[in-house]
């Protein structure tokens, strides 16, 4: 059985930055893949990020490239999105998400069997 939590979002400025971390109570959190999903209203869930158990494989939706950066801290079961240079359309509720450890289909929502709840960010001026 896996919890996850989101936290971190909030309201921000165009261009401005926000971590997000979501806190896992899972006892072999490193055999886990993580990714962060996010939801705009009226709209399908978009895959973000993702990071297989070795913290070094790390795979990004195109539109994200340069701007946003997943990483974890496995010793404090946490999965962390730094979001940076955001923009209005970034707009959206963000979710982590995780599964058991495979090489496949990472981006695919249905792949992934435990989520939070969600966090809120928007973006505006």
């Known amino acids: 059985q896996v919890q996850l939590v989101e936290s971190g979002g909030g309201l921000v400025q165009p261009g401005g930055s926000l971590r997000l971390s979501c806190a896992a109570s899972v006892r072999a959190f490193s055999s886990y893949a993580m990714a962060w999903f996010r939801q705009a209203p009226g709209k399908e869930r978009e895959f973000l990020a993702a990071?297989?158990?070795?913290?070094?494989?790390?795979y990004y939706a195109d539109f994200v490239k340069g701007r946003f950066t997943i990483s974890r801290y496995n010793a404090k079961n946490t999965v962390y999105l730094q979001m940076n240079k955001l923009k209005p359309e970034d707009t959206a509720v963000y979710y982590c998400?995780?599964?058991?450890?495979?090489?496949?289909?990472?981006?695919?929502?249905?792949?992934?069997?435990?989520w939070g709840q969600g966090t809120q960010v928007t973006v505006s001026s």
């Open positions: 998400a995780a599964r058991p450890d495979h090489p496949f289909g990472l981006e695919r929502p249905d792949e992934y069997t435990y």
């Open positions: 990071v297989r158990w070795i913290a070094t494989n790390l």
